[in-house]
Structure formats: structure tokens, C-alpha cells
């Protein structure tokens, strides 16, 4: 709940204290758009949308505006970048990000970057791509996603080792359990808001629907 919110207040606030002078956020295509108005909006980070039918106007631009160069990217000329994962991700393009990358990076619907188990292909070079990025230990990273486990251990642990590669095998073999020293280490990098949390806020109820859950018994017909 309010993961777009959380990871933007982040951004200004390292932002405004001049830790950061450049952000860049990661998505899926379709939500480009909605980063860009978000950050725009409540942030006043005027950003733009990095993907295949943007970039060639976005080149114009800083021709005109900035005298890009053929030495230059596009991520150094423009400090706020929405960036489609899927455009960004693939071996001829990826350099040049990782060269030019900005000092924060928020990466949403993390869970397609973690690395997947047995299978090549668009998210194993996402993973790829995520994996580089984090390897710089003075980069701010923030992964942002509703469904950080999807039953896969391993691939929860991969994305956790994106954060801290230290807890990557405890969490894998399940070793981080109440009381443990990895779970005191998960705990300053993973934070989670439930709608409980968030029930009465501001001297408000809000009246989320209850989730009922029953077990009934039945017999497989013929046509089951």
C-alpha cells in the first residue's frame, strides 16, 4: 500500500538534502506514464519516459537544448528518467545505462527481477541488468512490489541479495527466523504496509472489505 508514494518520498528527501542530483525509476511499460505524472505532480520531478518511441525525440531535444554529443547519453543529460525495464534491459543498451546511471534507482514490480530458477530469457536480463547496478555500493536502491514472494524461496532470496548479499543464503535456506541475526539485517531493508496499518489513519476509519475464509467438502462428479 502506497509503495509509489513511499519511494518518491525517499527521492525528494535525499533529493532536497543533496545526497542525490539524479533518480532514475525502473517499471513496465504501461506504467511509465503513471511514475511520470506521480513524480511530477506531488514530487515536482519533472521527468521523462525512456522507451522505444521516445527516445529518438528525446535526442532532438537535447541536440537543440543541450548540444548532446554522440559522447553523451541521454541519462546524463536528462537528471529524471522513467525507464521501461523491457527497453533498458537488453545487452546493446544496458552499458550505456550502467555507464551513465543515476545515484538512485527505483526499480518497480521488483518481483520480475528476481532471477529465475532454471529459465533464460527478458527476466533473467532484467536480473542481469538489476545485479549490475546494485554491485555499486555507494547507488541508493529502492525495489518497490506488492508480491515480493511468489512461493519461490530462491527467487524471494535473489532479490533480497540485490539489497544486502550477505542475507541471500540464510533467506534461501530459511534461516532468518524470529530472533535470528539475519532477520534483525532484513528488517533495515525490508519494509512492509498491510492494510491494517493503515485501518484508522488521520482519526479515519477506512472500511477495507473482510477477507473470509471457510473450507467446504465436496464430491467429484462424473463430469468433474
Known amino acids: 500500500i502506497g509503495k509509489t508514494i513511499e519511494a518518491a518520498l525517499i527521492a525528494r528527501e535525499l533529493y532536497d538534502r543533496g545526497e542525490i542530483r539524479r533518480l532514475a525509476v525502473l517499471c513496465p511499460p504501461h506504467l511509465c506514464e503513471q511514475?511520470?505524472?506521480?513524480?511530477?505532480?506531488?514530487?515536482?520531478?519533472?521527468a521523462v519516459v525512456v522507451r522505444p518511441g521516445t527516445v529518438a525525440?528525446?535526442?532532438r531535444l537535447a541536440e537543440r537544448a543541450h548540444g548532446l554529443t554522440l559522447a553523451q547519453s541521454l541519462f546524463e543529460i536528462y537528471p529524471f528518467v522513467v525507464v521501461s525495464i523491457d527497453y533498458i534491459k537488453s545487452d546493446r543498451r544496458r552499458a550505456d545505462f550502467l555507464r551513465a546511471c543515476p545515484e538512485l534507482v527505483i526499480v518497480d514490480e521488483a518481483h520480475g527481477v528476481a532471477e529465475p530458477s532454471?529459465?533464460?530469457?527478458?527476466?533473467?536480463?532484467r536480473h542481469a541488468?538489476?545485479?549490475?547496478?546494485?554491485?555499486?555500493?555507494?547507488?541508493?536502491?529502492?525495489?518497490?512490489?506488492?508480491?515480493?514472494?511468489?512461493?519461490?524461496?530462491?527467487?524471494?532470496?535473489?532479490?533480497?541479495g540485490l539489497l544486502n548479499p550477505a542475507l541471500r543464503a540464510a533467506v534461501a535456506d530459511l534461516e532468518y527466523g524470529a530472533g535470528t541475526r539475519a532477520r534483525e539485517l532484513l528488517?533495515?531493508?525490508f519494509v512492509q504496509r498491510r492494510r491494517a496499518d493503515i485501518r484508522r489513519y488521520l482519526d479515519l476509519d477506512t472500511n477495507f472489505p473482510e477477507r473470509l475464509v471457510a473450507e467446504r467438502t465436496y464430491r467429484l462428479s462424473r463430469e468433474y
Request: charge should be negative; aromatic fraction near 6%.
Open 57 to 59: 525525440a528525446l535526442e
Open 187 to 189: 528488517a533495515r531493508h
Open 129 to 160: 541488468l538489476v545485479a549490475e547496478l546494485a554491485r555499486d555500493p555507494s547507488r541508493h536502491l529502492i525495489l518497490t512490489t506488492a508480491t515480493p514472494h511468489s512461493g519461490d524461496q530462491q527467487a524471494f532470496a535473489s532479490l533480497v
Open 35 to 46: 511514475w511520470q505524472d506521480e513524480l511530477r505532480d506531488k514530487f515536482h520531478f519533472d
Open 118 to 125: 532454471g529459465r533464460a530469457g527478458a527476466q533473467q536480463q
